[in-house]
């Protein structure tokens, strides 16, 4: 399929780092000048895949990871600038997604605002829970002095791209002995989950019933369980939100395709979600265009689907083109 879009695709400065203790040495390297690069053999590589745009964020953990609150701030308008200039360049290839500081709920909010009013901006991605003031922090944002965060959101009405990070180190027991299922392979995927299900079921989509979450990896394994989640939490008290998680992962939620290439998952998320809220995602340069794009390309799903999930299901929700 030519015209593709692909929505969550990584760059970086020299100040976010970020996934070099998970990939070290020469591999880390390769996957970093990648980063780097935007207009160079990326742009190629699209060409070659048929990927007209890509929607372009920060890496992870990035700016979730520093707990000095006001260098997170800076950080973030850093790389947000970064951005603006590189698809200033090519705004018929690329599209921006702003890197927030979320250790700062306002701060957060006036950058996003800044981004989408001033930038043209198109939405945010942020890299699951902030470190707040020290190392060992986890903040998630169900909590509520993020509700006027997301009530800003809402108003500007932009998707917010809720994307993995590693666990902290002090919070991975239950992989003990096994860190190389930490990150990508397993752990991305359990962190993740988690704090979707925390925004759902805190009510926060009752108070911001528009509000348009994108969960990675054909939905970080959510829709898979989401049958057994609502069968099982209709016997367990305890949760503020109104409806069931079925309802908002069908109203409040899309899912990407990003570094999750198997045909029985994508099927199973267009039949769980809809078609109208799945997207094509490549996860570059963690994931590979041309692997992605063979695959997608070919997979055996109707036509009209292929269309919306590769390219017209994204210039709906980020308003491109
Ligand atoms: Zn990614």
């Not at 996003?112 to 901006?121: A, D, G, I, Q, S």
């Not at 898979?224 to 008290?237: F, G, I």
Request: neutral net charge; aromatic residues 10%.
């Amino acid at each position: 399929m030519q015209g593709k879009i692909a929505v969550e695709e990584h760059f970086r400065i020299e100040e976010t780092k970020g996934s070099e203790a998970r990939y070290p040495g020469s591999y880390w390297a390769g996957l970093s000048s990648k980063l780097l690069d935007v207009h160079g053999a990326r742009l190629a590589e699209m060409d070659r895949a048929g990927i007209e745009i890509a929607v372009l964020s920060l890496n992870s953990n990035a700016v979730q990871g520093i707990y000095e609150v006001g260098k997170a701030i800076a950080v973030a308008r850093k790389a947000n600038d970064a951005l603006a200039a590189a698809v200033t360049k090519r705004p018929d290839r690329f599209a921006a997604l702003a890197a927030l500081p979320m250790q700062d709920p306002e701060a957060a909010a006036a950058e996003l605002t800044r981004c989408v009013r001033e930038l043209n901006f198109k939405g945010a991605l942020v890299n699951g829970f902030s470190q707040v003031g020290a190392e060992d922090t986890a903040v998630y944002y169900d909590v509520p002095q993020y509700r006027p965060f997301w009530a800003e959101v809402a108003r500007l009405g932009v998707p917010f791209y809720l994307h993995p990070r590693d666990q902290l180190p002090s919070r991975r027991q239950a992989y003990e002995g096994h860190t190389y299922l930490v990150g990508s392979p397993w752990g991305f995927a359990d962190e993740t989950a988690i704090h979707a299900l925390r925004l759902a079921g805190s009510g926060l989509f009752d108070e911001c019933p528009k509000l348009q979450i994108v969960l990675g990896h054909l939905g970080e394994r959510i829709p898979y369980d989401l049958w057994r989640l609502d069968h099982r939490l209709s016997k367990v008290p305890g949760r503020r939100a109104k409806r069931a998680m079925g309802d908002y992962f069908r109203r409040n939620f899309h899912v990407t395709t990003s570094g999750h290439f198997c045909t029985q998952s994508l099927i199973h998320a267009i039949l769980t979600l809809g078609a109208d809220r799945v997207m094509f995602a490549v996860d570059y340069p963690f994931e590979d265009h041309a692997q992605a794009c063979a695959w997608f390309d070919a997979v055996d799903i109707a036509e009209a689907d292929r269309r919306k999930i590769g390219r017209d299901n994204a210039v709906r929700l980020f308003t491109l083109g």
